[in-house]
């Protein structure tokens, strides 16, 4: 199957802005998403993009798409503790859908 | 709004049992889908359906068989419980094109 990479870990202070990085592999990707996991949860959907899309904003949330380099960012705005979660990147072709491992965002007060 | 509902949020059975997870989904959805998710590996797909009474495997489908009778409808079943199926099981859904929509997880104990 295709991959899809993000780093595990990521801390920041309350009040900074926070960046989590995604790559993939699959160039024929439609749509590429953001989920959010809280402890003990299951996955909820935080925004998705279109694949011939560059930006995307809603509120606090800031996804950017470079499709040359196949790379995925959520930047979230003034990041509070209730932020601290796992976030997930994934892709989807058609039927086909991958999701990348997950970044355990920390935020500290 | 999808709402994907799974039967239990925290169920133990005992090794050599038959376990069941049901998952009920409400927006006349296509897909359905089943994951296990543990520390360090993601989400791992199971099994998955495009269809009534249709099923394709996934990446890690020994030791797990899937039912798909009605459309709203996905189960899950562990055929003899094995304590290296102790796992969080995740079900989701979704239309064609559209994003995957999840349940709020069965946190799954076998002793």
């Known amino acids: 199957g295709e991959d899809v990479e993000q780093s595990l870990f990521l801390s920041v202070r309350e009040g900074d802005s926070s960046v989590i990085n995604c790559t993939y592999t699959d160039s024929s990707s439609t749509y590429l998403y953001w989920y959010k996991q809280e402890p003990g949860a299951g996955l909820q959907l935080l925004t998705y993009i279109f694949s011939n899309m560059d930006m995307k904003q809603d509120q606090r949330l800031t996804v950017l798409l470079n499709k040359k380099d196949k790379h995925l960012s959520l930047r979230i705005a003034d990041t509070q503790t209730g932020d601290s979660a796992i976030y997930f990147c994934a892709e989807s072709s058609g039927n086909q859908f991958y999701f990348g491992t997950g970044t355990s965002l920390t935020v500290i007060p | 709004d999808v709402k994907v509902t799974q039967s239990s949020r925290y169920l133990v059975k005992r090794t050599g049992e038959k376990v069941f997870l049901e998952c009920v989904q409400d927006?006349?959805?296509?897909?359905m889908f089943w994951y296990r998710q543990d520390p360090g590996l993601g989400l791992r797909l199971i099994y998955f359906?495009?269809?009534?009474?249709?099923?394709e495997k996934g990446d890690i489908p020994e030791g797990y068989s899937v039912s798909r009778e009605k459309k709203e409808r996905f189960s899950l079943i562990l055929e003899s419980a094995s304590t290296n199926q102790t796992s969080m099981y995740l079900c989701?859904?979704?239309?064609?094109?559209?994003?995957?929509?999840f349940g709020d997880g069965t946190r799954l104990s076998i002793l």
């Open positions: 359906s495009y269809d009534v009474k249709m099923k």
């Open positions: 989701a859904s979704r239309e064609f094109n559209q994003p995957q929509h």
């Open positions: 927006m006349d959805h296509e897909n």
